[in-house]
């Protein structure tokens, strides 16, 4: 008998490993020095930050669509055209991310695949031609 294949959700850990990734994101952003300037594109508090990736990645992963429930389509790029986004931010963004990845347990080629997809993503939303 064939088991129903996993959504990447499930594999994440559902919603609780989805909040562990973003906290351990938002955490190293705010911590790491290495990071500043990536932190002051966000606000003062991150709360509004962290809920807002974790209702995404929720629905983005194939789970629940908090994000589209509260605030309709993502419209990702155009949210962020506000905020200079370079090679620099980029890739301080997947190291950031790369560095969440870490902190949580999942498995090297789930930890692998979701940082291809997100590295795809954080290269669509460049909008200055460094």
């Not at 790029?77 to 902190?103: K, N, T, V, Y």
């Amino acid at each position: 008998m064939n088991a129903t294949p996993r959504s990447p959700f499930e594999t994440m850990g559902g919603e609780a490993g989805v909040r562990r990734l973003v906290d351990a994101f938002y955490d190293h952003m705010d911590l790491d020095p290495e990071f500043v300037a990536i932190r002051a594109l966000h606000p003062e508090t991150l709360e509004h930050s962290r809920d807002k990736l974790f209702w995404f990645l929720c629905g983005w992963l194939g789970g629940p669509n908090h994000y589209i429930e509260r605030f309709g389509h993502p419209r990702l790029r155009a949210r962020h055209l506000p905020f200079a986004i370079g090679r620099a931010e980029r890739d301080a963004w997947l190291a950031c991310m790369q560095r969440a990845l870490s902190a949580v347990d999942l498995a090297p080629e789930v930890s692998g695949w979701f940082l291809a997809q997100m590295q795809h993503t954080a290269d669509w939303m460049r909008n200055q031609s460094d």
